[in-house]
Antibody, heavy 121, light 107 residues
Framework: QVQMVESGGGVVQPGRSLRLSCVAS????????IHWVRQAPGKGLEWVAV????????YYAEVLQGRITISRDNSKNTLFLQMNSLREEDTAIYYC??????????????WGQGTMVTVSS | AIRMTQSPSSFSASTGDRVTITCRAS??????LAWYQQKPGKAPRLLIY???TLQSGVPPRFSGSGSGTAFTLTITSLQSEDFATYYC?????????FGQGTKVEIK
């Protein structure tokens, strides 16, 4: 079935790095934009980043610009989020979510179950 | 960045009630608006996209309306499984932004 599975979360000290992965199955991964969205404990949803279906376009939330890098490997149906210089306020569940087919202007229709990132000394 | 403001932030309702949640955009977003339902410990679930189109598999008691800057999500005859937090999302342009959420609790 159509699904997305995140991994790579964990407990990390402030200032360290982490790389999250999102593996998709059940659809043509290379045809879709994929987003990262995060949710701090007890808080609302916050959009983080997006990469277009072919990797040519990428956008980041201003609050994270310069500390994160989104990438994808269409041959492995996988999206990545490299997170550097982590801060305690980055503590959140990180979800990947499917965007539009060949367009960025689309709702996010399929979500993974999320991976928890905890930044703490 | 476009700001999305939901109201109310939370409210209590009873099974069978008709409920309406409002989302306002700080600028015109045409119909590039989606609604999500989230239950504790779960990922968000898409309910409505392009402001009024029901996602496949979503019960018809959910409906959306609006365009431009004002949008509503309506649930006719609230069911027990509908008690959750609801978010709007605009996807008109970068950066994509969510409303702050509306928690629907049992009265």
């Amino acid at each position: 079935q159509v699904q997305m599975v995140e991994s790579g979360g964990g407990v990390v000290q402030p200032g360290r790095s982490l790389r999250l992965s999102c593996v998709a199955s059940g659809f043509t991964f290379s045809s879709y934009a994929i987003h990262w969205v995060r949710q701090a404990p007890g808080k609302g949803l916050e959009w983080v980043a997006v990469m277009s279906y072919d990797g040519t376009n990428k956008y980041y939330a201003e609050v994270l610009q310069g500390r994160i890098t989104i990438s994808r490997d269409n041959s492995k149906n996988t999206l990545f989020l490299q997170m550097n210089s982590l801060r305690e306020e980055d503590t959140a569940i990180y979800y990947c979510a499917r965007g539009g087919a060949t367009t960025l202007l689309s709702a996010f229709d399929i979500w993974g179950q999320g991976t928890m990132v905890t930044v703490s000394s | 960045a476009i700001r999305m403001t939901q109201s109310p932030s939370s409210f209590s309702a009873s099974t069978g009630d008709r409920v309406t949640i409002t989302c306002r955009a700080s600028q015109d977003i045409s119909s590039y608006l989606a609604w999500y339902q989230q239950k504790p410990g779960k990922a968000p679930r898409l309910l409505i996209y392009t402001a009024s189109t029901l996602q496949s598999g979503v019960p018809p008691r959910f409906s959306g309306s609006g365009s431009g800057t004002a949008f509503t999500l309506t649930i006719t005859s609230l069911q027990s499984e509908d008690f959750a937090t609801y978010y709007c999302l605009h996807y008109y342009s970068h950066p994509w932004t969510f409303g702050q959420g509306t928690k629907v609790e049992i009265k």
